[in-house]
């Protein structure tokens, strides 16, 4: 079977990269492993989707039903669910399900697969192994999807996004959650997450802690946890201990890059992009969660349907590449997206993460003499929340570095 371009993964980048490539005009397929479209979004049913994307205000599973709608009207965008990808070489991709084992050819191929949960074996959870440790998505389907509680007193480590709704969710229903630790200066979500989940249930925020041990034979009877320094290190005369039957799993999620045969980022985990969201690879673009962890699913739709774009132009023989230069961080900045830029006619949009909190400073781009090409005020910004700025590639002539401004 040949396209013009495939996808792999339906969830919200899948599915608008597939979208913006079959309206541009390639023949699209979609390629998602569960029965059905949307990913993570069926479990998300808080509500603060869309917002950008649409200019309304959905829950994920409405957000997702938007999307699936709108793939079903697309006529040159056809979808495989219950299908496996067992293997990628260059844009051939095999794949297996009910009918057996295939193999799909296309001219461009993007890689949309999202992020799995970092678990307790990732970050060396230390101390007994018993029933009532979960990952916040684990906890979130049993609650949203199953209907069932997974414990009634619960702490929970880190502080990311779907942590902190869980630690509101499961309130509303009934469970006393004592704390959330969170073993950083700051918080790795989103600001309106911590006043609307914490702040608004009186649910204390510990930062600089972590849990140096879990206790219980054969279900969580409590934990040891504490204070630790700049370098995480154990400060163990703060040692206490907090009685719980549940601990939950807020810590990070890494990109799906099992079948990806590519260096990876060192910040990211995932592959290295230009500015067209093409790897290193001919051919390959990469998008959303899968490219690097998102603070909003709006944002996952607006950058995946570029990969889409781009990914058709591709198909085309329509995508021009000049001369490249290397995108790096500077000062402040954890990482940034892309890591080379070419110097072209349009605007480059460029994202990135800061390392710690600022407040009311610039975010700026120079070139190789230190001369400002673009410049971003803002009030303050956390971590946890993905900053954009666009800069003209007609001024891209040299290597050029994002910082903050005055470290």
Not at 333 to 348: A, G, H, L, M, T
Request: aromatic residues 6%.
């Amino acid at each position: 079977m040949k396209y013009d371009v495939i996808v792999i993964g339906g969830g919200p980048a899948g599915m608008s990269a597939g979208l913006e490539s079959a309206r541009n005009g390639s023949k699209t397929l979609i390629i998602e492993r569960n029965p059905y479209l949307g990913g993570i979004l069926k479990q998300c049913i808080h509500n603060g989707f869309g917002l950008h994307y649409f200019k309304e205000e959905f829950t994920g599973p409405e957000y997702a039903k938007k999307f699936i709608s709108m793939v079903a009207k697309e006529p040159k965008l056809d979808v495989m669910t219950n299908t496996f990808v067992t293997g990628i070489d260059g844009t051939n991709v095999e794949i297996m399900n009910e009918n057996g084992a295939g193999k799909l050819t296309c001219k461009a191929l993007v890689l949309a697969m999202g992020c799995r949960e970092r678990t307790a074996g990732n970050i060396l959870l230390t101390g007994s192994r018993p029933a009532g440790v979960y990952t916040a998505g684990e906890a979130q389907r049993l609650v949203n999807i199953l209907g069932k509680m997974p414990g009634k007193e619960v702490v929970i480590l880190g502080s990311g996004d779907i942590g902190l709704i869980m630690a509101r969710r499961l309130t509303m229903q009934g469970a006393k959650v004592k704390a959330v630790l969170e073993i950083n200066s700051t918080t790795s979500g989103l600001r309106r997450n911590v006043v609307q989940c914490l702040d608004d249930f009186g649910i204390p925020l510990l930062l600089n802690t972590s849990i140096f041990e879990v206790v219980g034979k054969d279900r969580v009877e409590g934990v040891w946890y504490g204070k630790v320094d700049e370098k995480y290190n154990k400060l163990v005369k703060t040692k206490k201990f907090m009685k719980c039957d549940t601990i939950i799993l807020s810590v990070g999620l890494v990109p799906e890059t099992d079948l990806v045969d590519m260096p990876l980022s060192r910040v990211t985990k995932s592959v290295s992009v230009d500015n067209y969201l093409m790897t290193e690879k001919d051919g390959v673009f990469a998008c959303g969660n899968f490219l690097h962890v998102h603070d909003l699913v709006d944002n996952v739709s607006l950058e995946s349907a570029m990969a889409g774009k781009f990914a058709s132009m591709y198909a085309k023989g329509k995508l021009i590449k000049s001369t490249a230069f290397n995108l790096v961080s500077g000062a402040g900045i954890s990482y940034v997206i892309p890591s080379k830029v070419y110097n072209v006619e349009d605007k480059i949009q460029i994202r990135f993460r800061i390392k710690q909190k600022v407040t009311k400073t610039n975010f700026v781009i120079k070139n190789a003499k230190g001369e400002l090409l673009a410049k971003k005020y803002v009030l303050a910004s956390l971590p946890g929340e993905m900053q954009t700025m666009e800069i003209d590639g007609k001024l891209i002539k040299s290597d050029i570095t994002v910082s903050v401004e005055g470290l």
